[in-house]
Each structure stands twice: as C-alpha cells, then as structure tokens.
C-alpha cells in the first residue's frame, strides 16, 4: 500500500475520453467459501427480476453471480398493494415473497439462468421453517445452479413477530435442515438480519449449523405512513427499509460479524449506490457486495460500481480485491493493543513509546 495516497472522485468516462481509457490492473476475484466469483459485485435477491430483465441493459454474465428472488415450495401471490412507498432516503417494501413456485421456476427461469451461462445463486424462503429443506430438494434435482442463499426473512412460528434471522437457534435449526437435504458439494449462505439483537451470535449458530458464508443483511423493519389517506402507506403495513439510509446499518452488521469470525466469508449487502459504497463494504470485511434497490433507478448499476470500485482500489494503491478485505479493522486493533497496555501501566506514554 501506498501511504501517499490522496483521495480522489471516482468519475464516469465521457465520451471523448474512450480512446484515452484505461481499465484498472487490479485483481477482482473473490470467493465466497468454495463459490469463486470472476468479480465481486453481485444483483441482490428481490430487486433484479429472473434476469432477463437486467439482461436487456448490460450482459449478466459480467456480473459476479445473479441472486435470483427467494423462491418458495409453492407460488405465492405476495402481499396486498400497495407495495412500494418512497421516502427521503431510500424505500419501505412488502412483497411478500410473491413467486411462482420452485417447480416453476426450476422449468422456467432456472433453465434460462443454466443456458445464459451466468453464476446463479438461489434464494429460498418457507412459509414454515420446514418448507426450506423441502425447497432445497427440489433443487438438488434439478441443479443448474451454484449456490443457495438461505432467506431467514421469514416468520417464526415459535416467537409470533419475530423473523427466524432474529433467533439463533432457530436460524441454525433453518440452515441445518438445508444443508441436510441440499446437494453437500453446493456452498450454502446464510441472510441474516439487521434486526437481531446480537447479530454475531446468530453468524456463530447458524455457521455451526453448516453454513458456508453469510449475507449481512437483509432490509431492517419499517413503516411509513400516507399522510393523505392518513393510513399505512403499504398494504401488508409493516414492510422493510432499503436504500442508502441502511448503509450504515449493514456496514455495522459487516464489522461486528468479521470481528466475531473473521475466517467467515461475507456478502455485505444494503444501500450500496456506487464503488466507494462497495469499498466501504469491503474494507468492513465483505468479500462481495450485493447491488439492490440502486437496480430500480439505474439497472446496469452492477458493472459500473464493479468498474468504480476496481478505479477506486487502484487508486488506493491495492493490486486486488483481497488486499483490501477487512482492511479498515487494522486501525482499530492498534487502538485495542495501546488501550491494552495503558491498562498494565500507570504512564500512559509508554503505551506510545
């Protein structure tokens, strides 16, 4: 690393300069357990369609991997409308998990994936806890596919207004009957929640329980209110926040989850809008980024926040993607190193000697 660096904006390409462009000499290859990604930017489950919508844009095969939307065992009609209501920093959602059925997805979307060629991870969610192993069978039929994201966004029967990301044990139970029933030679992630109490206690349960890499993290609870209708902005009410707003929020899940494992690969996920966003993510401990409602206003957003963060690595001095994994946490174990030894002594500067 260069210590001369100096901080610089990371700027589109006008039209002119296409002659003059260079593409960054830095390494973007990534892995997430036994998963390796030519790239690290990702689409986030939900907010990019089968995949034949964001292929209109820009070739999905440049990204890392496709997260398709959380399939569930049978379709789903989701939520009532509305679904969607803006706000000032980001949007209020509850869809619902709406979606055709893993059978039909399997025949239809999946089958389109596999020919496209693109890395394909599958979100899953249940009704019931007991839906996920079920949902993950049919998919070891079929295959086709690189990875299972397991989606603990779902109820948990047990404990009646909480998500099964919130609990620990639960969430292990979850991921345990996955892995279970999956096919053993596919990496499997875990979504956990911004919600949880002690995020770095239910990373430890459900890694025990098998889990390969974790998603951090999935969109905290929110609700908004029409002050118009002066009733519930969505129809479902109590819906998730996603946008910039939440940034801070999944960085902080990020940090304390590398601390607590730091061997642990992570997908670092939520309001991610550009590289710097991604490198924020990165140097947090991620070693990929998932790209969500950014999609919604700038759909081939995935290859241009791969090319800005790879400008904004080199620019930094780094040479890959990996040097720069977890690299904000070097500062803050210093600080934890003089704090150590100012406790042992009563001259604080020997700390600094």
């Known amino acids: ?48 369609g089968t995949g034949r919508e964001l292929d209109a844009f820009f070739d999905i095969t440049a990204v890392g991997a496709f997260i398709t939307p959380s399939i569930s065992l049978h379709a789903r009609a989701g939520l009532p409308t509305p679904r969607m209501a803006e706000t000032p920093s980001g949007l209020v959602h509850a869809i619902g998990h709406q979606g055709p059925g893993v059978d039909r997805f399997i025949e239809r979307d999946l089958a389109w994936l596999a020919q496209r060629g693109t890395r394909v991870i599958v979100s899953i969610v249940g009704a019931t806890p007991e839906e996920y192993p079920k949902v993950a069978q049919r998919l070891r039929s079929a295959g ?26 639960a969430a292990a139970s979850v991921v345990q009957a996955v892995r279970r029933h999956g096919d053993s030679r596919i990496p499997v992630l875990a979504k956990l929640s911004s919600d949880a109490s002690d995020i770095a206690e239910v990373a430890r349960a459900v890694v025990r329980a098998g889990a390969d890499a974790l998603t951090l993290a999935n969109a905290p609870a929110a609700l908004d209110i029409d002050v118009d209708t002066m009733l519930p902005a969505l129809g479902g009410v109590v819906g998730a926040l996603s946008g910039p707003a939440i940034r801070p929020l999944a960085l902080r899940c990020v940090w304390q989850v590398r601390q ?33 409602s950014t999609l919604f206003r700038d759909p081939s957003a995935p290859v241009r926040i791969h090319e800005e963060l790879a400008r904004a690595l080199e620019e930094r001095g780094f040479s890959s993607l990996q040097q720069a994994i977890s690299y904000a946490h070097r500062s803050v174990a210093a600080v934890e190193d003089i704090t150590e030894v100012e406790a042992l002594t009563d001259d604080p500067s020997a700390a600094r000697s």
Do not use: W
């Open 260 to 292: 607590a494992l730091p061997q642990v690969p992570i997908l670092g996920s939520g309001g991610i809008r550009n590289g710097l966003d991604a490198l924020a993510f990165i140097l947090a401990g991620a070693h990929a980024v998932a790209v969500g």
């Open 1 to 48: 690393m260069s210590d001369r660096y100096q901080p610089t904006s990371v700027r589109g390409i006008a039209r002119d300069d296409v002659a003059q462009y260079r593409p960054p000499s830095v390494a973007m290859q990534t892995e997430l357990g036994a998963l390796t990604l030519k790239g690290p930017v990702l689409t986030a489950a939900g907010c990019a």
């Open 144 to 169: 086709g596919f690189d990875a299972i994201e397991v989606n603990l966004a779902a109820a948990n029967p047990a404990t009646p207004g909480r998500q099964l990301a919130q609990d620990p044990e």
